[in-house]
């Protein structure tokens, strides 16, 4: 089944303790995408990767860090986690290029950082 | 600076027609999408706008007037699962260069009443 999938889905955590979202997705996609969802603010783009080795900032890159070694794998680091992070994250694929392709996100991972 | 607006709420009525707009300020626009995102789970694409005109699918069309920065998603037959949030997002390439990001609007929630 072609899917992108997160981990873990639920996380709780203190400020300063390092954590890794991981995402994978099966579809040999070049593109990958890190989000974060808040209330009111909407899905706001962290950073993509156009393909392996390839990565680059969006909207709010700050005090995350992600890196592409492999094509299915794009994990989202947070090197020191603040209150301000708690957020709901996606993790999205879509095929490269400007062509008509559509984005197929993941489950979600729901971050609370106290 | 890139900006993207949808209204906050809709309601309407089971069977009936809704359309929810979208407009955007982007610079290096290259298509926009629609997603549907039910409360609790991942975005779901829905529909893609490149070139001026309307995109019909079912019983979900969209619209877009690259010229005047709008769109709309227009909904028919309403049932009620189709009861989510409806988010407008923009692809914006940079010059000279493949590479481009999404950017996302805060998402319009419809309700739909029997």
């Known amino acids: 089944e072609a899917q992108v999938t997160q981990n873990p889905r639920y996380l709780i955590t203190v400020t300063g303790k390092k954590l890794t979202v991981t995402c994978s997705q099966n579809?040999?996609?070049?593109?990958m995408s890190w989000y974060r969802q808040d209330p009111g603010l909407g899905l706001r783009q962290i950073y993509y990767?156009?393909?392996?080795?390839?990565?680059d900032k969006g909207d709010v890159p700050e005090g995350y860090k992600v890196s592409r070694k492999e094509k299915r794998n794009f994990p989202l680091i947070l090197e020191s986690p603040s209150p301000n992070q708690t957020s709901l994250y996606f993790c999205?694929?879509?095929?490269?290029?400007?062509?008509?392709?559509?984005?197929?996100f993941g489950p979600g991972t729901r971050l609370t950082v106290t | 600076g890139q900006n993207i607006d949808q209204p906050t709420e809709m309601t309407a009525t089971e069977g009936a027609i809704v359309q929810i707009n979208c407009t955007y300020q982007t610079s290096g626009f290259n298509g926009l999408f629609w997603y549907q995102q039910h409360a609790g789970e991942a975005p779901t694409f829905l529909s893609y706008n490149v070139l001026d005109g309307l995109e019909e699918k079912g019983r979900f069309s969209s619209f877009l007037s690259r010229s005047k920065g709008y769109s709309y998603l227009l909904l028919k037959e309403l049932q009620m699962k189709d009861s989510a949030s409806y988010l407008c997002?923009?692809?914006?390439?940079?010059?000279?260069?493949?590479?481009?990001?999404?950017?996302f609007g805060s998402g319009t929630r419809l309700l739909v009443r029997p």
């Open positions: 579809m040999n996609h070049e593109y």
């Open positions: 990767s156009m393909n392996v080795e390839v990565t």
């Open positions: 997002a923009v692809r914006a390439s940079r010059f000279m260069d493949s590479s481009y990001k999404l950017i």
């Open positions: 999205a694929s879509s095929s490269g290029g400007t062509d008509i392709y559509e984005q197929y």
